[in-house]
């Protein structure tokens, strides 16, 4: 009889792995767990006979893999609860941004806050995740713009995955604006980041990737083959943010370095698009980005379906166009407004978020060998996740078998 430590038994499993049902679903199964990581799962009448320390009778419930919130910007100082005032009083985004505010503002925040400080703000907005099912989370640097702010803003999101039960993939964004010291010397600002302050990143062994936002009012393409290339001398892989606000052909050019992702993608053309496919990055869609911001142009699903292209959904939680810290609202969004399906935005914060990730070995689907993350939710249908708004039908929350 082999021998394990928890069982969890009379689930209905939402595996999300790869193959014939949909949601890779198992009705009455098991999952047994040994030392943090998935021993067994399938159905229950196949199981072997395990010896379980603890046995978990689930009544029926669903269980997914635990939630991936694949791209976030969770440590930052600060809010831009005022802008949005601003913003609805009439005030344009330019000149709030000239009056000193926008993204800026909180560089000028991050900067100033503590590590302490910026550790208990972040985890305010984790436990919101956390209550949702999420088990593994991405967080992005690039609110410090010198290298001491960017590090601090990476040591936090260390000490996160220390001190919380989370997985924590970390992402050095430097090139996320230009500070106001290299206004109009973008040139040497990018020099800058992907010269001394990456070296610092990588020698405190501080990011898992390297990221950019490529954007005419951010970096351009040659700027961003320029990091691209000097991420991959330090054996880094790469993600962008591309095709936000216009086409810069910036998903492409991540293909070309073999990047996990590129995010946002709104006006992705069908040659991006093709280019992504063929190097199997995952288009990462942000529906709360392109829901604060208004915008009129969503990103071309369609096309991505017909090549194939991995689609992950995250919060994007940011400040300044994505103050969310749901993702179970951010897979509502993708549905109504990108038209996902249900069964495509829960692979999209599992199977495909792990992906973006680089985790696929690790996470994303309830499988033999992977971590033992796991979100159990009192629901009839796994669908229900993405139907409701404001609802958090979670019934446990399982991380490395815990
Ligand atoms: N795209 C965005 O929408 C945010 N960053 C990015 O690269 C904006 C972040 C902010 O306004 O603070
Ligand atoms: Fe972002």
């Given at each position: 009889m082999p021998a394990c430590g928890k069982i969890w038994t009379h689930a209905r499993l939402a595996t999300m792995a790869p193959g014939q049902t949909p949601y890779g679903a198992i009705e009455d199964g098991l999952v047994a767990e040994q030392g943090g990581r998935i021993l067994w799962a399938g159905p229950r009448r196949e199981a072997p006979s395990f010896s379980a320390a603890e046995t978990i009778d689930c009544e029926g419930r669903w269980i997914t893999p635990g939630l991936i919130d694949c791209h976030t910007h969770l440590v930052h100082g600060g809010d831009r609860a005022h802008e949005f005032e601003l913003r609805l009083g009439g005030a344009s985004y330019e000149e709030i941004a000239r009056a000193g505010g926008g993204i800026l503002s909180t560089v000028r925040a991050t900067r100033a806050a503590s590590e302490d400080a910026l550790f208990a703000s972040a985890d305010r907005r984790l436990a919101d995740l956390i209550a949702e099912g999420v088990t593994t989370i991405e967080i992005k640097s690039g609110y410090g713009l010198e290298t001491d702010s960017e590090a601090k803003q990476l040591r936090v999101a260390c000490r996160i995955c220390r001190e919380r039960p989370v997985r924590v993939a970390t992402s050095f964004l430097g090139a996320h604006a230009i500070p106001p010291d290299y206004k109009d010397r973008s040139d040497d600002y990018l020099d800058l980041v992907a010269g001394p302050m990456l070296d610092a990143i990588a020698e405190q062994k501080l990011a898992d990737a390297v990221d950019v936002f490529c954007e005419t009012i951010a970096f351009s393409p040659a700027q961003t083959e320029r990091l691209f290339k000097a991420a991959r001398l330090k054996n880094l892989p790469v993600k962008i943010h591309a095709e936000?606000?216009?086409?810069?052909?910036g998903a492409a050019l991540a293909a070309s370095y073999g990047a996990l992702s590129a995010d946002h993608?709104?006006?992705?053309?069908a040659d991006g698009a093709a280019a992504m496919a063929k190097a199997g990055v995952v288009a990462t869609l942000l529906p709360g980005a392109y829901y604060f911001l208004r915008e009129a142009k969503a990103p071309p699903v369609d096309l991505l379906r017909a090549r194939g292209v991995p689609i992950a959904i995250a919060t994007d939680c940011n400040p300044g166009t994505s103050p969310m810290t749901s993702i179970l609202l951010a897979m509502n969004m993708g549905c109504t407004l990108f038209r996902l399906t249900p069964e495509e935005t829960l692979a999209g914060v599992t199977r495909h978020a792990a992906r973006a990730l680089g985790l696929a070995h690790r996470v994303g689907t309830i499988e033999a060998g992977k971590s033992c993350d796991l979100a159990i939710w009192d629901?009839?249908?796994?669908?229900e996740l993405s139907y409701r708004i404001g609802a958090n039908p979670l019934f446990s929350r399982v991380w490395r078998g815990q």
């Open positions: 936000q606000l216009s086409n810069l052909g993608l709104e006006y992705l053309d629901v009839e249908r796994p669908a």
